[in-house]
């Protein structure tokens, strides 16, 4: 994999809560600037950042090109507390387990949460190191069509049951000592990129 640049990393002040959103985003999608707007404002962050994957290491196929992908995510989501970045490129990392640990080494005093969707919740237990990274950050789980319950009876939400906090408390996620989680209920929306390719309309050129 290349290792990039690091000056290329994005920036957040100290003391500031940042949100990781990891994804393929092959393509992204109104699905995912969705949740990023409902993470900004529920979980009350200073910054969020879309970590756009070179490729999930449970997928069997690649993803289109990480610029491609990186270039059609930056003309969707456009916030100016949000960066749209390639960091597990920039740091040679591919695990999410790696790359928290590389960005809370290289970010130290930042609030970091991790958010994903209701999908990767039921899945989570399957991760390299998921227990090590439930204990590490936060974690912010947001609601998707057709998976609250298999997220919310999964290995990991069953074994971190004791460390769910309630949706009203969101705001405190940020600050709350690891394991902490927050089932966050959000108006749905059914959208994925698995249906956008299987549509025709990506073609993986940084274009819809
Ligand atoms: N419509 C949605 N509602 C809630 N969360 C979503 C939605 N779409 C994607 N996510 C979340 O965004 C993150 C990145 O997802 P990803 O880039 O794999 O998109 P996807 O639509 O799930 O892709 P695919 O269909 O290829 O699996 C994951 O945490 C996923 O759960
Ligand atoms: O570290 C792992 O074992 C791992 C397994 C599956 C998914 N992930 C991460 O989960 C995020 C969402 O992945 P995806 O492909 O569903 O968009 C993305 O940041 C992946 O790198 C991480």
Redesign the pocket.
């Known amino acids: 994999m290349p290792v990039l640049p690091r000056h290329d990393l994005p920036f957040a002040p100290r003391r500031a809560s940042v949100g990781l959103?990891?994804?393929?985003?092959?393509p992204a999608?109104e699905?995912?600037v969705?949740?990023t707007r409902h993470a900004l404002q529920r979980l009350e962050l200073d910054r969020l950042w879309w970590l756009v994957s070179p490729g999930?290491p449970l997928k069997s196929f690649g993803p289109a090109p990480l610029q491609a992908r990186l270039t059609q995510a930056r003309k969707l989501m456009r916030h100016p507390r949000v960066d749209v970045t390639p960091v597990e490129s920039l740091l040679g990392t591919r695990y999410t387990a790696d790359t928290l640990r590389a960005l809370m080494h290289l970010y130290p005093e930042r609030r970091f949460v991790w958010i994903?969707?209701?999908?990767?919740l039921a899945s989570f237990h399957q991760w390299d190191n998921w227990r090590v990274i439930m204990e590490s950050l936060p974690i912010a789980v947001?609601?998707?069509?057709g998976q609250q319950l298999r997220a919310l009876s999964s290995v990991a939400a069953r074994r971190y049951a004791r460390a769910r906090i309630p949706a009203r408390s969101a705001p405190l996620l940020s600050m709350a000592q690891a394991p902490a989680w927050c089932f966050l209920t959000v108006p749905?929306?059914?959208?994925?990129?698995?249906?956008l390719?299987a549509q025709g309309n990506w073609l993986g050129t940084g274009h819809l």
């Open positions: 959103f990891g994804g393929s985003f092959d999608h699905g995912h969705h949740v999930n994903m969707g209701a999908d990767n947001v609601a998707r069509p749905l929306r059914d959208i994925s990129s698995s249906h390719r």
